[in-house]
């Protein structure tokens, strides 16, 4: 079984600071891209930041100067530093990755269980 479990969630104060984890477990071969997105109450899921195996990122327009996506391929652990924080940035967070399990011919996408961050003004 192919688990993402995501920890760093929490409460903090407009302009402060939180890093998310999403570590990788189970019976992998390979994962490729990983990434985070989030999902605001009457929203829909976007993409917040995402990195490939060689490290190129990707982020949105709406985190960019803000957030760091990064990734530690030993651990399969993704990451995203969130910096001066703002109250639209409340939301459940939610990792993704492109795995390939041991003896499974193709990548699929899995997800973790999300984590609530919460941005008080």
């Known amino acids: 079984q192919v688990q993402l479990v995501e920890s760093g969630g929490g409460l903090v104060q407009t302009g402060g600071s939180l890093r998310l984890s999403c570590a990788a477990s189970?019976?992998?071969?390979?994962?490729?891209?990983m990434g985070w997105y989030r999902q605001a109450p009457g929203k829909q899921r976007e993409l917040v930041a995402a990195?490939?195996?060689?490290?190129?990122?990707t982020y949105a327009d709406s985190v960019k100067g803000r957030f760091t996506v990064s990734r530690d391929n030993a651990k399969m652990t993704v990451y995203l530093q969130m910096n001066s924080l703002k109250p639209e940035d409340t939301a459940v967070y939610y990792c993704?990755?492109?795995?390939?399990?041991?003896?499974?011919?193709?990548?699929?996408?899995?997800w973790g269980q999300g984590t609530q961050v919460t941005v008080s003004s």
């Open positions: 993704n990755a492109d795995i390939k399990g041991l003896g499974v011919p193709f990548y699929q996408v899995y």
């Open positions: 990195i490939t195996s060689g490290g190129s990122t």
């Open positions: 189970g019976r992998i071969f390979s994962i490729r891209d």
